[in-house]
């Protein structure tokens, strides 16, 4: 099984209501399937949008899924990206240990510009993720498969401040100058926390 990170944004607010309960129940039938790992909104952003991620056999796969979403069908969907992700660390499953109370999810994506040399930092860089592991700041992390000068971290930590120390301090971003992004994420369908 493969790891697909999909994101969604919605500009057309009237029908993402109107459709809401039916993608809803749609992820429902996923999670009960297993083909769907987690899935929740962006908090606090301008425009509407939801991380998915999608454990599948392929791509073909994925986007019969994607396509059967009652988002997809009606047209709500202003854009998306499919990424393939490679978890290196870390991991999507609930862990046995809840997180602290007052633990916030935060996406936090990096892209390197092309024919950037990753040689002298990449050490660093997975020593870097393996302590935020230990610490419990991190809850999954990787390069997406497609696009290997980009990836994803799954960070839970107290505030959007400390993720973006995080983020900043991490060396592909520190000494490479990755660009970055960091968005609250609120996973509210899947076995997550």
């Given at each position: 099984?493969?790891?697909y990170v999909v994101t969604f944004t919605h500009t057309k607010i009237f029908g993402w209501a109107v459709y809401l309960?039916?993608?809803?129940?749609?992820?429902?039938?996923?999670?009960?399937?297993?083909?769907l790992q987690i899935s929740g909104p962006g908090v606090g952003t301008p425009v509407r949008s939801a991380q998915l991620?999608?454990?599948?056999?392929?791509?073909?796969?994925?986007?019969?899924?994607?396509?059967?979403?009652?988002?997809?069908?009606?047209?709500?969907?202003?854009?998306?990206?499919?990424?393939?992700?490679?978890?290196?660390?870390?991991?999507?499953?609930?862990?046995?240990?809840?997180?602290?109370?007052?633990?916030?999810?935060?996406?936090?994506?990096?892209?390197?510009?092309?024919?950037?040399?990753?040689?002298?930092?990449?050490?660093?860089?997975?020593?870097?993720?393996?302590?935020?592991?230990?610490e419990k700041k991190l809850r999954a992390s990787g390069p997406y498969v497609n696009n290997p000068l980009a990836g994803?971290?799954?960070?839970?930590?107290?505030?959007?401040?400390?993720?973006?120390?995080?983020?900043?301090?991490?060396?592909?971003?520190?000494?490479?100058?990755?660009?970055?992004?960091?968005?609250?994420?609120?996973?509210?369908?899947?076995?997550?926390?």
């Amino acid at each position: 099984m493969q790891y697909y990170v999909v994101t969604f944004t919605h500009t057309k607010i009237f029908g993402w209501a109107v459709y809401l309960h039916a993608h809803v129940k749609y992820l429902k039938k996923l999670l009960k399937e297993d083909k769907l790992q987690i899935s929740g909104p962006g908090v606090g952003t301008p425009v509407r949008s939801a991380q998915l991620v999608f454990k599948v056999t392929d791509k073909d796969e994925l986007d019969k899924l994607v396509a059967g979403d009652p988002y997809s069908i009606h047209g709500l969907v202003a854009s998306s990206t499919k990424n393939l992700w490679d978890v290196k660390v870390g991991s999507m499953l609930k862990p046995d240990v809840p997180d602290a109370d007052g633990t916030q999810y935060f996406r936090a994506t990096y892209e390197l510009k092309e024919g950037t040399d990753t040689t002298a930092v990449e050490a660093g860089h997975a020593a870097y993720v393996e302590k935020l592991l230990k610490e419990k700041k991190l809850r999954a992390s990787g390069p997406y498969v497609n696009n290997p000068l980009a990836g994803l971290s799954i960070l839970s930590v107290a505030d959007a401040a400390e993720a973006e120390a995080l983020v900043k301090a991490d060396p592909y971003v520190e000494k490479l100058a990755a660009s970055w992004q960091v968005i609250q994420w609120d996973p509210k369908f899947g076995d997550f926390k």
